[in-house]
């Protein structure tokens, strides 16, 4: 008969205990703070943001931020580009990565060690941004909006993430007892790969879909009509314009301006982020699940 032993905790342990949460307590203040002050200032008042008063909750309520915000039309344009960039470079990206991750896990392919060091060679070196740009000119993409998704189609360190997850997750006598029942390679894929493998497949989309939502420089670079910009580029010119524009005001519209332009940075935050925030908590535990993808085995 087993007898049943109770761990006791010494006061060495208790402390211990109450400094672990002593210290992951102020992490999650110092992480939460700076958003909720963000979304309390985005609700304030000009006059309230800017004499201070604003420390955690909203102070003289109001939206004048959001009415600035969207009344401009361009915001809308570069919301539907933004929409549009995320949407189908996610799915150009998902496609690809899956493409080239699960026949370089395969044991069975020729030449696979080569293919991979040859991947991995294009995270130590590239191209650089001039020879890239030359490139995309080439291929006549310039001011297009596949310039906003064929340079940016595939990413390496998503691919041995996907690498890593079907090795541990597909084994081969999976394929095996499919191959008995006469499935080709690609139904194994399509019929039971990708059923389960839905975490990496969550994971590597919210990687690209940010990626792509936060895709500023590419737009600089290879873009120059309006109505393909992003919405980011929008954001960035209409701070910029209010901040140019107090140049040639009186001192009453000049303050009046500033201030409404120090609402606007908080209300700019929040109109490009909140997309993300609503995503994000759909694919959460997938997230979890897969983020932790290659750090163990067994």
Do not use: C
């Not at 008042?45 to 004048?64: C, D, I, N, Q, R």
């Not at 839905?198 to 879909?209: G, H, P, Q, T």
């Not at 009453?252 to 120090?262: I, L």
């Amino acid at each position: 008969m087993e007898e049943n032993r109770l761990v006791r905790e010494t006061g060495m342990d208790r402390a211990f205990t109450w400094f672990n949460y002593l210290f992951i307590g102020l992490v999650t203040v110092s992480v939460l703070y700076p958003l909720i002050y963000v979304i309390s200032a985005s609700f304030s008042s000009p006059e309230a943001l800017m004499s201070g008063k604003v420390w955690l909750l909203p102070v003289e309520f109001g939206l004048e931020g959001y009415k600035a915000v969207f009344r401009n039309s361009e915001v809308w344009i570069g919301f539907g580009n933004s929409l549009f960039y995320m949407a189908a470079g996610t799915a150009v990206n998902v496609v690809l990565t899956v493409a080239a991750a699960y026949p370089l896990s395969r044991k069975d392919l020729r030449g696979r060690g080569v293919v991979t060091l040859l991947f991995a060679f294009t995270m130590i070196f590239s191209g650089g941004m001039i020879p890239t740009y030359l490139l995309v000119r080439d291929l006549g993409l310039l001011d297009s909006r596949l310039a906003m998704i064929v340079p940016t189609a595939i990413n390496v360190f998503n691919v041995f993430v996907a690498m890593a997850f079907f090795r541990q997750n597909i084994p081969d006598e999976l394929l095996d007892s499919a191959k008995i029942d006469g499935s080709s390679n690609f139904r194994f894929l399509i019929s039971i790969v990708l059923p389960n493998s839905s975490a990496v497949i969550a994971v590597v989309a919210l990687f690209y879909a940010v990626d792509h939502w936060n895709s500023f420089f590419e737009a600089l670079l290879y873009l120059s009509d309006e109505n393909k910009y992003p919405l980011q580029i929008f954001l960035r010119e209409i701070l910029l314009m209010n901040n140019t524009d107090m140049m040639d005001m009186d001192l009453v519209a000049e303050q009046k301006r500033m201030y409404m332009s120090e609402l606007l940075k908080y209300s700019l935050i929040i109109t490009a982020t909140l997309p993300l925030m609503i995503l994000y908590p759909f694919i959460q535990r997938y997230f979890v699940k897969g983020v932790m993808i290659g750090s163990l085995k067994g």
